[in-house]
């Protein structure tokens, strides 16, 4: 039965995460994610929850990665300058192996930038910002309703890989005020922990396993393991054995490319058969829906093709979805930053790609990819 009701971007994403039992959040107010803080110290306690202010964005992180080790699952939230100081702490969750769920709510940038303003820059940074090589995981919701159950997928995603999942949305859909059904949870089937099970002494922490996803061993299940952020081999131990490394390294790549159907997401519509092929997320990707529309109204056969799931990028999804199309229009509102990956995936076909690029701190309208569209294609 539907469960209609009018929340807060940044609302609905506390709201998604207690639904997907987080039970840690730790974090530090800072615009425009503020909400989420707040919200949390008022929920988490309800539900036996722990909710702490911590003195700065790389304690935070720490702080999660400690909890999720403890066996909790386990949030923060941040913005701009914040996500930019996590990241080494998110490397050492990549390379520990350890559940976490990071908001990124985009703002304009760079550093101390426009804190009340959208922005799409975040992108990039979300999967190369830690040092070192590793595959990141970024869902980028469009509205406030997906806002709620992409944030209860990142916690099954990350439970299931042992993982950290970012979740982006810019500023405008973070104090978006929209009708959402809470009762659209998302199942939780297969997004668990695989815990470790059999003898203590033939254990191993990281050990190879079909799906690259070792058991994870939580505190007073007596097993002895050993976690590190330095390379490591299956005992936990630290090793700098060409070897080894190779295989630890390659298995944090190999576990997300092995289980990339289960990662991905995305919408196609009206991409069989399109002149041009509109590739658009988060909130610019509503603006481009509206293009559309306009568009084949004015016989211009347009598709718009969403990732939901920005990285791991469905490519083969969208390799399909411009099969038939001579044209691809990105628009987004940064510099081009996803301009330069889908220029990548097009680079052994005939399409021309071009960007629609944004970074004045405003939203990206319909008739502004109307008018570029109409540009494109006279080019």
Same mark, same amino acid.
């Given at each position: 039965?539907?469960?209609?009701t009018?929340?807060?971007?940044?609302?609905?994403?506390?709201?998604?995460?207690?639904?997907?039992?987080?039970?840690?959040?730790?974090g530090?107010?800072?615009?425009?994610?503020?909400?989420?803080?707040?919200?949390?110290?008022?929920?988490?306690?309800?539900?036996?929850?722990?909710?702490?202010?911590?003195?700065?964005?790389?304690?935070?992180m720490?702080?999660?990665?400690?909890?999720?080790?403890?066996?909790?699952?386990?949030?923060t939230?941040?913005?701009?300058?914040?996500?930019?100081?996590?990241?080494?702490?998110?490397?050492?969750?990549?390379?520990?192996?350890?559940?976490?769920?990071?908001?990124?709510?985009?703002?304009?940038?760079?550093?101390?930038?426009?804190?009340?303003?959208?922005s799409?820059?975040?992108?990039?940074?979300?999967?190369?910002g830690t040092? @070192? +090589?590793?595959?990141?995981?970024?869902? &980028?919701?469009?509205?406030? *309703? =997906?806002?709620?159950?992409e $944030? #209860?997928?990142?916690?099954?995603?990350?439970?299931a890989?042992?993982?950290?999942?970012?979740?982006?949305?810019?500023?405008?859909?973070?104090?978006?005020?929209?009708?959402?059904?809470?009762?659209?949870?998302?199942?939780k089937?297969?997004?668990?922990?695989?815990?470790?099970?059999g003898?203590?002494?033939?254990f191993?922490?990281?050990?190879?396993?079909?799906?690259?996803?070792?058991?994870?061993?939580?505190p @007073? +299940?007596?097993?002895?393991?050993?976690? &590190?952020?330095?390379?490591? *081999? =299956?005992?936990?131990?630290? $090793? #700098?054995?060409?070897?080894?490394?190779?295989?630890?390294v390659?298995?944090?790549?190999?576990k997300i490319?092995?289980?990339q159907s289960?990662?991905?997401?995305?919408e196609?519509?009206?991409?069989?058969?399109?002149?041009?092929?509109?590739?658009?997320?988060?909130?610019?990707?509503?603006?481009?829906?509206?293009?559309?529309?306009?568009?084949?109204?004015?016989?211009?056969?347009?598709?718009?093709?969403?990732?939901?799931?920005?990285w791991?990028?469905?490519?083969?999804?969208?390799?399909?979805?411009?099969?038939?199309a001579?044209?691809?229009?990105v628009?987004?509102?940064n510099?081009?930053?996803?301009?330069?990956?889908?220029?990548?995936l097009?680079?052994?076909?005939?399409?021309?790609?071009?960007?629609?690029?944004?970074?004045?701190?405003?939203?990206?309208?319909?008739?502004?990819?109307?008018?570029?569209?109409?540009?494109?294609l006279?080019?």
């Amino acid at each position: 039965m539907s469960k209609l009701t009018n929340l807060q971007g940044n609302r609905a994403c506390v709201l998604g995460a207690i639904e997907a039992g987080c039970r840690f959040f730790a974090g530090y107010p800072i615009t425009p994610s503020s909400e989420i803080a707040e919200n949390m110290a008022k929920e988490l306690p309800a539900v036996a929850g722990t909710f702490v202010q911590m003195e700065d964005e790389l304690a935070s992180m720490a702080a999660v990665i400690g909890a999720s080790v403890g066996g909790a699952r386990a949030m923060t939230a941040t913005s701009g300058p914040g996500f930019s100081l996590m990241q080494e702490n998110i490397g050492y969750a990549a390379m520990t192996e350890t559940p976490c769920v990071i908001i990124n709510v985009m703002r304009g940038g760079p550093s101390t930038g426009m804190p009340t303003r959208p922005s799409q820059a975040d992108i990039m940074q979300a999967r190369w910002g830690t040092h @070192g +090589d590793y595959s990141a995981i970024l869902l &980028t919701p469009w509205s406030v *309703g =997906e806002i709620y159950t992409e $944030t #209860q997928r990142a916690f099954g995603l990350s439970e299931a890989l042992r993982v950290p999942v970012v979740v982006a949305f810019d500023e405008s859909i973070a104090h978006l005020v929209e009708s959402v059904d809470l009762a659209s949870a998302v199942s939780k089937k297969g997004m668990i922990r695989k815990k470790a099970v059999g003898d203590n002494k033939s254990f191993a922490p990281y050990a190879v396993t079909d799906d690259c996803i070792p058991p994870m061993a939580l505190p @007073g +299940d007596g097993f002895r393991t050993h976690t &590190t952020g330095l390379t490591h *081999g =299956e005992d936990g131990f630290p $090793t #700098q054995e060409p070897l080894a490394a190779e295989r630890a390294v390659g298995r944090l790549l190999e576990k997300i490319r092995v289980n990339q159907s289960r990662i991905e997401r995305y919408e196609s519509s009206h991409c069989a058969g399109a002149d041009i092929v509109i590739v658009a997320y988060g909130i610019t990707a509503r603006a481009a829906c509206l293009a559309q529309e306009q568009l084949q109204a004015a016989g211009i056969q347009c598709g718009v093709f969403r990732p939901q799931t920005l990285w791991p990028f469905p490519e083969l999804a969208f390799r399909k979805s411009i099969e038939s199309a001579g044209h691809v229009l990105v628009p987004e509102m940064n510099a081009g930053q996803l301009l330069v990956e889908i220029q990548r995936l097009a680079a052994a076909s005939d399409k021309s790609v071009a960007g629609l690029n944004r970074i004045d701190g405003e939203n990206i309208s319909p008739s502004m990819i109307v008018e570029r569209v109409e540009a494109f294609l006279d080019e």
